[in-house]
Nanobody
Framework: QVQLVESGGGLVQAGGSLRLSCVSS????????MGWFRQAPGKEREFVAS????????YYADSVKGRFTISRDNAKNTVYLQMNNLKREDTAIYYC????????????????WGQGTQVTVSS
């Protein structure tokens, strides 16, 4: 059974930075694309960023391009989301997710989800 556990959320002022981490267990982490999604109050969950199993060519939502960076450390079974120049509209619960099929690009179907970590950006 795949388990994803996020950490690193918190309260930060606008313009600040946070780094989210997600540790995966239950299967060979390096074979699967990973992603981050978020859900703000009263809104649907939306895609933030993804990274292929190979680690190359990450994919970002337009709203975070140039500010967020997704990366992975296969030795630690961990995917990260570095968030810089945070804005109030980045306030949301952030979820780590994993594709169900191996060797994916990060643009496929995400079948496994973590419990989420709250990010709150104050003005």
């Amino acid at each position: 059974q795949v388990q994803l556990v996020e950490s690193g959320g918190g309260l930060v002022q606008a313009g600040g930075s946070l780094r989210l981490s997600c540790v995966s267990s239950g299967r060979t982490f390096s074979r699967y694309a990973m992603g981050w999604f978020r859900q703000a109050p009263g809104k649907e969950r939306e895609f933030v960023a993804s990274i292929p199993w190979s680690g190359g060519s990450p994919y970002y939502a337009d709203s975070v391009k140039g500010r967020f960076t997704i990366s992975r450390d296969n030795a630690k079974n961990t995917v990260y989301l570095q968030m810089n120049n945070l804005k109030r509209e980045d306030t949301a619960i952030y979820y780590c997710a994993a594709e169900g099929s191996g060797y994916g690009s990060g643009r496929g179907t995400f079948d496994y989800w973590g419990q989420g970590t709250q990010v709150t950006v104050s003005s």
